[in-house]
């Protein structure tokens, strides 16, 4: 996609295509933190915006996950919970609602989207064999390499690039994967990876085309696919959008039919589908689904509830219906990119083409003069909250780990920092106010020192690691 061709889409999202379906009856209010507050809670929270309490920030766009909006008819279903051990009504409601709208025989309900990667990775992984997948995601990859399996990136390689505008970054390259199973073999591959969309591409899409050609591949040499659904309904919303015979679809269909050419998923339920914690997994083989309902009565609780209470699981089926309606996702994504635009104005360096869930800042645009080591995302993510009391998060070489073999740091193309927009919470006044902030920081990048790691966790660093500033 062309630069032109990009503004073009943007138009269309004009300030009134993407007017809210809903109007707001219930609010929370927000402090505002002093500037001195602000410097004073980065500090006790060692420079990482995870460990920051909430109470110390203005807007909130850590993650989009858990942190949407119920509508009056979630709450009302919350009434409805039915809290049996075994057998609940609204596990059948879940159930019935994924097979309707995702299209997948067998449901396996659970805590949240990690819990379901945990099950899939111990029960289809065995020790040594390959995952590949299209770019990996923190807690997704991990669980995988738990279960003995190593991942391996098989994205387009435009999508490491932040200023590409490749209309699906998502892509899986065929030719990188076709690579790896006549490398390795193919009783070496436990299964394909595939997310749609790509969170750590900055929510990149992956076509229709791409999908469909990926199972006549994988097809011929009998692997499965499973795809992380955690933000496919904005996924389906993109390809209705940019792919040819789409667009009279509706975001509904597009995302059966792109579940059709997959053998099963897993789910964050607390993106998509609207609620502030829950997941599934589903998957059409009987014998899998049977060592995964073994499975999560060890790890998570019951078949029939997976460590959700009833009532979570009555908003989260009607979520799910919700979450797919066109005017929902048109809204959601279209203040994405209006807050995307106004960046893009100012000649602040983002992920191009905006994704479905989140801006994306690029970090090595802004800080020229850092290294990877001075971690210039985690830099930027506290800059801004320093600035502003807007929360954001590094998306880059702390997030990326270390390499499970050598130890060392990897290096990840990509040092961004992110802002995720939580649904159907802030308003569009709040993304000028983040727009603002953003520029703000950017124009004093220059004087902007880097940040040393100084207590570093064995998982998942990016969560509880701390830092301090360079002198
Ligand atoms: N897959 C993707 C693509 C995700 O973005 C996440 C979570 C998960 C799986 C794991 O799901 O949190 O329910 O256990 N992403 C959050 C984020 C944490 O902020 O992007 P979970």
């Known amino acids: 996609m062309t630069s ?6 943007g138009q269309q999202f004009g300030r009134r295509s993407w007017a809210e379906p809903w109007k707001i009856k219930m609010v929370e209010p927000l402090r505002m933190v002093s500037h001195e507050d602000r410097l004073l809670a980065a500090e006790e929270a060692g420079y990482n915006t995870f460990l920051l309490r909430s ?46 709208y995702y299209g997948y025989q067998y449901v396996v309900p659970t805590h949240q989207g990690r819990g379901a990667e945990h099950l899939i990775s111990q029960v289809v992984i065995k020790q040594g064999q ?55 073999g193919v009783e070496n591959i436990a299964f394909i990876s595939l997310a749609g969309t790509v969170n750590m591409a900055g929510g990149q899409p992956v ?49 059966r039919e792109f579940c059709s050419y997959t053998d099963g998923a897993w789910m964050s339920a607390k993106k998509d589908n609207l609620v502030n914690i829950g997941g599934w997994l589903a998957v059409n083989n009987h014998d ?20 959700m209470a009833g009532r979570d699981m009555e908003a989260l089926a009607i979520g799910i219906a919700e979450g797919v309606q066109d005017d929902h996702v048109r809204s959601r994504v279209g203040q994405v990119l209006y807050l995307g635009r106004l960046l893009i104005d100012w000649d602040i360096p983002i992920v191009q083409p905006v994704g479905g869930h989140a801006i994306f800042l690029d970090a090595k645009a802004f800080y020229t003069h850092l290294s990877q080591d001075q971690f210039p995302a985690q830099t930027l993510a506290a800059q801004l909250y320093q600035e502003s009391g807007v929360r954001g998060m590094e998306r880059g070489i702390v997030s990326a780990g270390r390499d499970p073999k050598t130890g060392k740091h990897r290096y ?45 966790p064995e998982y998942l660093r990016f969560f509880q690691a701390r830092f301090e500033p360079i002198p």
């Not at 496919?232 to 667009?247: H, L, P, W």
């Not at 919470?425 to 106010?433: E, I, N, P």
Request: hydrophobic share 40%.
């Open 55 to 100: 109470h110390d920030v203005y807007i909130d766009l850590l993650t989009d996950s858990g942190t949407s909006a119920m509508s009056d008819r979630q709450w009302a279903g919350i009434m409805l919970g039915d809290e049996s051990y075994a057998g609940s009504r609204n596990f059948y409601h879940l159930e019935d609602a994924v097979r309707d």
């Open 288 to 307: 899998l689904f049977d060592k995964l309902r073994n499975m999560v009565v060890v790890y998570e609780g019951l078949h029939t509830y997976g460590g």
């Open 207 to 255: 076509s229709m085309e791409n999908v469909r050609a990926l199972r006549e591949l994988c097809d011929r040499y009998c692997i499965p696919i499973y795809l992380d659904a955690t933000r496919m309904v904005e996924n389906a919303f993109f390809i209705q959008q940019r792919e040819d015979g789409y667009k009279d679809k509706s975001v509904a269909e597009i995302l």
């Open 130 to 184: 390959y995952v590949p997948a299209n770019m990996y995601f923190t807690t997704t990859r991990l669980h995988q390499e738990l279960a003995g399996g190593i991942f391996v990136d098989v994205i387009i390689s435009e999508a490491h690039d932040p200023s590409n505008l490749h209309p699906f970054k998502g892509n899986v390259d065929l030719n990188k994967l076709e690579d790896l199973i006549k490398r390795e």
């Open 4 to 9: 032109s061709s990009y503004k073009t889409m």
């Open 412 to 456: 990840p193309a990509l040092e961004l920092t992110r802002l995720a927009i939580p649904r159907r919470v802030y308003t569009q006044a709040h993304m000028d106010v983040v727009a603002e902030a953003v520029k703000k920081v950017f124009d004093i990048r220059q004087q902007t020192r880097g940040l040393k790691m100084v207590y570093e």
